[in-house]
């Protein structure tokens, strides 16, 4: 696999490696974080296996999740990218560390994962979703460009479901 860096005036994303396990532990551990997940908080082990598999979906797929750093500190904040779904479908998601929410983070990061991912792979439509009662994670689906198509469930959660297909 080639070498991918996505950069912003304050971030920097390259595709998500095993070494990072402990800083995503920290991450997927966190239950305010995984609130609106209805796992919740994973455990050590869940987040390794989830790992495993989006890894590996960089060399099936050629895209995956990133890890997002700080330009200024260079520390880990959170994990942002492509999920492929079982039906061929292609999901968007991004979750950020809670001492850095609030700052703009999540809908840079998705800006500029979302426009590589056009540019530099064979999507033409990503999807995102949120439960309906997560207003942040919505409003920044909205933010990034990404419409409003209908509301479904997930895992017995009302989600609001969003698409967004290249321009």
């Known amino acids: 696999m080639k070498s991918v860096l996505v950069e912003t005036d304050r971030l920097f994303m390259r595709p ?3 070494s990072d396990l402990k800083v995503v532990c920290r991450l997927d551990m966190d239950p305010d974080v995984r609130s609106f997940f209805p796992e919740g908080a994973l455990s050590e082990g ?3 296996r989830e790992m495993q598999r ?3 979906e960089w060399e099936r797929w050629g895209y995956g999740i990133f890890a997002v750093f700080e330009q200024e500190t260079g520390h880990f904040i959170g994990r942002v990218g492509f999920a492929r779904l079982d039906t061929g479908v292609v999901e ?3 979750l950020i560390l809670k001492e850095h929410w609030g700052k703009g983070y999540a809908t840079e990061a998705t800006q500029a994962i979302l426009e ?3 540019d530099n792979t064979e999507l ?3 999807i995102g979703f949120a439960p309906m009662e ?4 919505r409003r920044v689906l909205e933010k990034v460009g990404m419409v409003f198509t209908h509301t479904d469930f997930y895992q017995n959660i009302e989600c609001g479901f969003y698409e967004i297909r290249k321009q």
Do not use: D, I, P, T
């Open 16 to 18: 998500l490696k095993m």
């Open 124 to 126: 033409e439509c990503v």
């Open 46 to 48: 869940q987040v390794e």
């Open 92 to 94: 968007f998601g991004y």
């Open 116 to 118: 590589w991912g056009f």
């Open 134 to 137: 997560h207003l942040a994670s």
């Open 54 to 56: 989006n890894v590996g």
